[in-house]
């Protein structure tokens, strides 16, 4: 099939640095609220890098049954788990005789970073004479770690639990691509609806790229260094921007056929028209004709006109040259179009930010409202895009394109509708 409209969105979750429910994080977004802030540890400290988004007053019990199972996942698993729990409650799948055959998980997700006091016994027992001896590892992690240990960090745990927790027992995948994962992970998922495998998938992504040893993996080369005004650290198209905020969290959605929602009652919040999957190298100077591209493509199978199209949700996240890519992308197709940019609010939450932003383009649709863009204070002529500092109103029949790039040149574009 070529197009999408028969899948449809029936319930939304989120866990992110601006709200734990949807109504916080949307309220967040309306108030102009951020969620970065420097890291309670690094305070005090000369750390090149000391800002981040970081969930607040998550309390996974509230939400993750059976609760016995929290032991064995790492946070951006709890994350996921609680943001699908949300999803599924406002779907009303728990109280509907869905078939669980017909119900698939589908994630995006990445490898998870263990917390290091949880090694730090078996590091200090390899330490001899101030030197790591490696030979001594074996010796000691199997007696110091958690037996289980390893299940906490597997990049298919979220949809594995969350499959287990539905006894969903139709299709389940893990996506592994960078930011765009959840967004790749979502069209995944309607494809599976399409070829008649499952009824309902539930999809989404969840990450973290704010823990300790993530950030030490990935150095502080893609990082902003805006340590002494965190609030105005996230700067997506504009002028100063230095990189990205290190963020956590996780979104959630319910998928289904338009016919099967119909036949239990469901109500829709929004509908897929289109999408595209595309790859570009991100040091490539062509970069934004593969973004372009995209763009079209996901135009021609939602058949959409440009000027359906009343808003775009961007991706840029404050690099220089992604941001610029997409900028131009963007103002090939879309000139004076408004563009907002959420990673502004909460900053780059991994595999869970595309998700993430996608349920505020839902919640856009839903209140036919823009939340703006934050620290947008000096236009980049390398960006070219209108993008929106303060809340605009969407224009009526028209749908949102949500965009997401991956540092390691995944790009995926999807079109929205109002159900």
């Not at 000391?50 to 049954?65: G, M, N």
């Not at 010796?139 to 927790?165: C, T, V």
């Not at 338009?258 to 490539?284: D, E, M």
Request: aromatic share 6%; hydrophobic share 45%; with cysteine.
């Amino acid at each position: 099939m070529s197009a999408s409209s028969d899948i449809v969105i029936t319930g939304i979750g989120v866990v992110s640095p601006i709200g734990v429910d949807v109504d916080s994080f949307w309220q967040a977004l309306l108030n102009r609220t951020s969620g970065v802030s420097v890291r309670p540890e690094f305070v005090n400290t000369d750390l090149p890098i000391r800002v981040a988004a970081q969930v607040r007053d998550f309390d996974p019990k509230l939400l993750i049954k059976p609760r016995k199972a929290i032991k064995i996942m790492c946070q951006p698993i709890q994350f996921g788990v609680a943001a699908a729990a949300m999803a599924v409650e406002q779907a009303g799948l728990e109280a509907a005789a869905v078939d669980p055959d017909r119900i698939g998980t589908l994630f995006g997700a990445e490898t998870f970073f263990a917390d290091p006091l949880e090694v730090a016994d078996v590091f200090r027992n390899c330490i001899v004479d101030r030197d790591y001896q490696h030979d001594r590892w074996g010796e000691f992690a199997m007696r110091k770690i958690q037996p289980l240990w390893m299940l906490k960090y597997l990049p298919n745990m979220a949809a594995s639990h969350i499959s287990i927790a539905l006894d969903a027992r139709g299709h389940s995948n893990t996506i592994c691509q960078g930011e765009a994962s959840g967004l790749i992970a979502l069209i995944e998922a309607a494809t599976v609806i399409q070829r008649g495998m499952c009824d309902v998938v539930i999809t989404g992504g969840t990450g973290s790229i704010a823990e300790l040893t993530s950030m030490l993996y990935r150095g502080n080369d893609l990082s902003t260094h805006f340590n002494d005004r965190p609030e105005s650290a996230s700067r997506p198209f504009e002028r100063d921007r230095d990189g990205m905020v290190a963020g956590e969290g996780a979104g959630a959605i319910v998928l289904e056929s338009a016919a099967h929602a119909a036949a239990r009652g469901a109500v829709p919040l929004a509908k897929i028209a289109g999408w595209s999957r595309r790859f570009g190298q991100p040091t490539a100077t062509n970069l934004h004709e593969t973004i372009q591209s995209g763009f079209e493509n996901a135009l021609e199978v939602s058949g959409k006109r440009i000027h359906d199209i009343g808003a775009i949700n961007a991706s840029a996240a404050g690099f220089k040259k992604l941001d610029a890519a997409e900028g131009k992308a963007i103002n090939k197709l879309f000139p004076d179009f408004p563009v907002v940019a959420h990673k502004s609010n909460f900053g780059n939450l991994g595999p869970g930010t595309s998700t993430v932003e996608l349920i505020a383009a839902i919640q856009s649709l839903q209140h036919g409202i823009i939340p703006g863009t934050l620290n947008y204070d000096h236009p980049d002529p390398a960006c070219p895009v209108n993008v929106s500092r303060e809340s605009v109103e969407l224009k009526s029949g028209t749908s949102i394109l949500k965009s997401s790039v991956s540092t390691t040149g995944q790009f995926a574009s999807l079109i929205l509708d109002k159900a």
